[in-house]
């Protein structure tokens, strides 16, 4: 079975302080996809980013980058130079190639961004 | 563009009370998911659809039902409330399994 783990529950931070959201996963399948997803205030889930198992090439957008290193079963997630607007939860989640081909959530880790 | 649209965003039950919470797509994707939040506990699949006709379980679908008669509907059913489904639903979809999956509001519910 899959899991996901997001060991940082709360991270507070100040304005254009950059910050690292780690996130581990296990699974036994060779072939899987990993996400970030973002929680605003607002409440709605918005999609950041998919990267298969294959593809073990750091992604950049902007402020936001992310590291995958399959020998630490890692996905972590960095912003660089925080802005309040980035108050939000994030949730890293897991999807295997087979069987229900639904997301595993992790628990998601809060960041608040002071002014 | 309406995305996906879950109706209502929040209800109180009382315990053993039964309803439906709505979900509709307009994208035709033909994967839907509805999911409950708990406090710091990530979402949890409740049910998941890959089309029309075809509806299966997720992680904790006991006390809850779904159809799929169309592609843009997916309806969740509680039966006989429980406050342990005191949560926040989210209906999601997505074009296949990609995973990018696009996410309603919520719903809160409420069992007391």
């Known amino acids: 079975a899959q899991k996901v783990t997001q060991a940082q529950t709360e991270i507070s931070v100040v304005e254009k302080e950059d910050v690292t959201l780690d996130c581990v996963y296990e699974?036994?399948?060779?072939?899987?996809?990993l996400f970030w997803y973002k929680q605003p205030p607002s409440g709605e889930l918005v999609f950041l980013i998919r990267?298969?198992?294959?593809?073990?090439q750091n992604e950049i957008s902007g402020r936001y980058s992310w590291n995958f290193q399959k020998s630490t079963s890692s996905f972590n997630f960095t912003i660089t130079a925080s802005q309040v607007v980035d108050s939000a939860v994030y949730f890293c989640?897991?999807?295997?190639?087979?069987?229900?081909?639904?997301?595993?959530f992790g628990s998601g880790t809060r960041l608040q961004v002071q002014p | 563009n309406a995305g996906v649209t879950q109706t209502p965003k929040f209800r109180i039950l009382k315990i053993g009370q039964s309803m439906t919470l709505q979900c509709a797509q307009d994208?035709?994707?033909?994967?839907m998911y509805w999911y409950r939040q708990d406090p710091g506990m990530g979402l949890k699949l409740i049910y998941y659809?890959?089309?029309?006709?075809?509806?299966d379980k997720g992680e904790v679908p006991n006390g809850y039902n779904v159809s799929r008669s169309t592609t843009e509907d997916f309806p969740l059913r509680l039966e006989l409330a429980a406050p342990s489904q005191t949560s926040v639903y989210f209906c999601?979809?997505?074009?296949?399994?990609?995973?990018?999956?696009?996410f309603g509001e919520g719903s809160r519910l409420t069992v007391l």
């Open positions: 999601a979809s997505s074009r296949g399994g990609t995973g990018e999956l696009f």
């Open positions: 699974t036994r399948d060779t072939t899987y996809y």
């Open positions: 990267r298969n198992s294959f593809d073990e």
């Open positions: 989640a897991l999807r295997l190639d087979t069987g229900r081909r639904a997301l595993t």
């Open positions: 994208m035709n994707h033909n994967y």
């Open positions: 659809s890959v089309g029309a006709g075809i509806t």
